[in-house]
């Protein structure tokens, strides 16, 4: 998966901003994306913390920009713009104060055409990186809500996951804007979408208020995206087993063949990506941030080196 990403990036290298310069796990990624070359990392933090931080751990980043939100020639530059973008809905001095925090500095130096993505949450909540993202990235026409999704990977086999990160209850119209972005991202990564909206129920054979919420979204699904794979409401079993889809939904392009399955609801997609992930052997990756006018990813807190470097190379991929 990550050779086909990478070589992407070689022929189109992107720049790319981390909200926490002084994490040793962010500069350990960043040293290696230095050295690699496709992806040219920006640290926000103060200068010499993050360069004694570097040393500290041996890790070169010579070279490297570290932008310090509170010496940036442009900050009051940074500070009118947001002001203008929130609407009266920020003071000044609200402005102010926020772009002094990493994940607003950052966010606005996307904003501005700095840099093409954003990576962080290596310190900061999910809220925290996500907040920023819709009052200054805002979603793309046409999305009214940032979703998410989870790449898994095992072996040669590839499966996206959404939402199980982001929109706990999500609606009808939230669902449809789900499926049609979770079925962009999993193209990124060379998945060829078959989208399964998910249920207790396959095609009526349950009742309630999510069932018809899984019907209705994957019929208008359908009708916006003619050319997308997609059916729906599917229990898993009908979604992944040919046998089954067999009994249940004959017929089916996507039944027994899904590889984009979308949850109804938070509770049931955070459980199924784990139970993929401890049980099942597969890798995962994300949360991926969707619906946003640039990519802006967001970092588990419990993250690895490891883990920071993939979640970049992810990152500018999607740009």
Same mark, same amino acid.
Do not use: W
């Given at each position: 998966?990550?050779?086909?990403?990478?070589?992407?990036?070689?022929?189109?290298?992107?720049?790319?901003?981390?909200?926490?310069?002084?994490?040793?796990?962010?500069?350990?990624?960043?040293?290696?994306?230095?050295?690699?070359?496709?992806?040219?990392?920006?640290?926000?933090?103060?200068?010499?913390?993050?360069?004694?931080?570097?040393?500290?751990?041996?890790?070169?980043?010579?070279?490297?920009?570290?932008?310090?939100?509170?010496?940036?020639?442009?900050?009051?530059?940074?500070?009118?713009?947001?002001?203008?973008? #929130?609407?009266?809905?920020?003071?000044?001095?609200?402005?102010?104060?926020?772009?002094?925090?990493?994940?607003?500095?950052?966010?606005?130096?996307?904003?501005?055409?700095?840099?093409?993505?954003?990576?962080?949450?290596?310190?900061?909540?999910?809220?925290?990186?996500? #907040?920023?993202?819709?009052?200054?990235?805002?979603?793309?026409?046409?999305?009214?809500?940032?979703?998410?999704?989870?790449?898994?990977?095992?072996?040669?086999?590839?499966?996206?996951?959404?939402?199980?990160?982001?929109?706990?209850?999500?609606?009808?119209?939230?669902?449809?804007?789900?499926?049609?972005?979770?079925?962009?991202?999993?193209?990124? %990564?060379?998945?060829?979408?078959?989208?399964?909206?998910?249920?207790?129920?396959?095609?009526?054979?349950?009742?309630?208020?999510?069932?018809?919420?899984? #019907?209705?979204?994957?019929?208008?699904?359908?009708?916006?995206?003619?050319?997308?794979?997609?059916?729906?409401?599917?229990?898993?079993?009908?979604?992944?087993?040919?046998?089954?889809?067999?009994?249940?939904?004959?017929?089916?392009?996507?039944?027994?063949?899904?590889?984009? %399955?979308?949850?109804?609801?938070?509770?049931?997609?955070?459980?199924?990506?784990?139970?993929?992930?401890?049980?099942?052997? %597969?890798?995962?990756?994300?949360?991926?941030?969707?619906?946003?006018?640039?990519?802006?990813?967001?970092?588990?807190?419990?993250?690895?080196?490891?883990?920071?470097?993939?979640?970049?190379?992810?990152?500018?991929?999607?740009?």
């Amino acid at each position: 998966m990550f050779t086909k990403l990478v070589e992407k990036l070689k022929k189109d290298p992107k720049t790319l901003i981390f909200t926490e310069g002084p994490d040793p796990r962010i500069l350990e990624a960043a040293a290696r994306l230095k050295k690699d070359g496709f992806i040219t990392p920006i640290l926000i933090g103060n200068v010499k913390e993050v360069e004694g931080a570097a040393k500290k751990g041996n890790f070169d980043i010579k070279g490297l920009e570290i932008i310090d939100p509170l010496t940036y020639p442009r900050f009051e530059e940074m500070v009118k713009t947001l002001f203008d973008l #929130r609407k009266g809905k920020m003071t000044e001095e609200e402005c102010r104060a926020n772009l002094k925090k990493g994940n607003y500095f950052g966010t606005m130096l996307v904003k501005m055409g700095k840099a093409d993505a954003l990576l962080g949450g290596a310190t900061y909540s999910t809220a925290d990186t996500v #907040r920023p993202a819709l009052q200054i990235i805002k979603t793309k026409p046409g999305n009214s809500s940032v979703s998410s999704c989870f790449i898994l990977s095992r072996d040669k086999e590839l499966l996206a996951m959404g939402d199980c990160a982001i929109t706990i209850e999500p609606t009808e119209d939230q669902i449809v804007e789900i499926a049609i972005e979770t079925a962009k991202t999993a193209k990124v %990564f060379g998945i060829d979408p078959k989208v399964a909206l998910l249920s207790f129920s396959t095609k009526g054979s349950g009742k309630g208020d999510n069932v018809d919420k899984m #019907r209705n979204a994957t019929a208008r699904v359908q009708k916006l995206e003619p050319d997308l794979a997609v059916d729906g409401e599917l229990q898993f079993d009908a979604a992944v087993s040919p046998v089954v889809a067999q009994v249940k939904c004959k017929g089916s392009k996507v039944a027994g063949h899904a590889n984009t %399955f979308i949850f109804p609801e938070i509770q049931s997609g955070n459980i199924g990506y784990k139970i993929a992930q401890r049980l099942g052997g %597969f890798a995962a990756y994300g949360p991926i941030l969707q619906g946003l006018n640039a990519p802006i990813n967001d970092l588990s807190r419990g993250c690895d080196a490891d883990e920071v470097y993939k979640m970049a190379i992810i990152t500018c991929a999607l740009k």
